[in-house]
């Protein structure tokens, strides 16, 4: 009979660590969120035998929206699906536990999407559109807020809550005019990850979200890291440009919406 699993409200540090190491993707939110953000996130662990086989990273940042990211699969670790938020909730999952997940917690719409790494040596070819892209910095957080307030999508729904002082936000203006941003995330000294990548409609299809993501990845290459991001499948333009920027999809997950609303 194969070991039980229990079921801790922990993360072991050391194991951690060491894996990040050989899948500095997989883990870089929960390594970056312990660190800047413990009040903001709680951690749930699933360990055999003294050693941890996966375990769920929720952030609570958002204020109705608990969004967790589920590291591991394998026997036993469904049981990790017991101790997720109470809908509504965002989950990121491998795969195979799709099931046991809609079992605890309902159905559930679902987006594949791909984890995509792009190395640091990596070219970055900048689009021939006239773009003013640069880091945002206290002064532009009226604007951000207002600007992501106007563009509500899953992209942007953090935005009206950072602070371009502390937080590392990039926006592109077309003539003085805020149309796009993108933010760094995560910034460890291995392992960036961009997130929240979105250009307002009228200005798209003209370099901006390239010019964003470049200049992020362009600043963790100086700092000697690499970067990674997650892309769903229904947004196939954004997986062409990131591939077009040297991104690769090393692993799929699914973005799983389950009753939170911010799946469009």
Known sequence: MEDPIELRPTIDRR??????EREPVDHAYALWDLDRFPDRIRTVSAVRRGTTVGYLLVWMGLPSTPVVHWHGSGPGTERLATALPARPLVAIVPPDVRPAVVAARGEAREFPEQMMVRPRDAPAPRPPAAADVRRLGPDDATE???WATRHPDPLTHEYPGLDPGADAV?????????????RAAVRLPKEWIVAGVYVAPDARRRGFGAHLV???ADDAA???ARTGLYVRDDRPDARRLYERLGFRAIASRL????????AP
Request: net charge negative; no cysteine; hydrophobic share 55%.
């Open 222 to 224: 100086r700092h000697g």
């Open 144 to 146: 951000l807020s207002t």
């Open 214 to 216: 470049a200049s992020i």
């Open 15 to 20: 194991w951690l660590e060491a894996s990040a």
């Open 170 to 182: 990039w926006g592109a203006f077309d003539a003085g005019r805020l149309v796009g941003a993108a």
């Open 255 to 262: 973005w799983l919406d389950l009753g939170a609303g911010l």
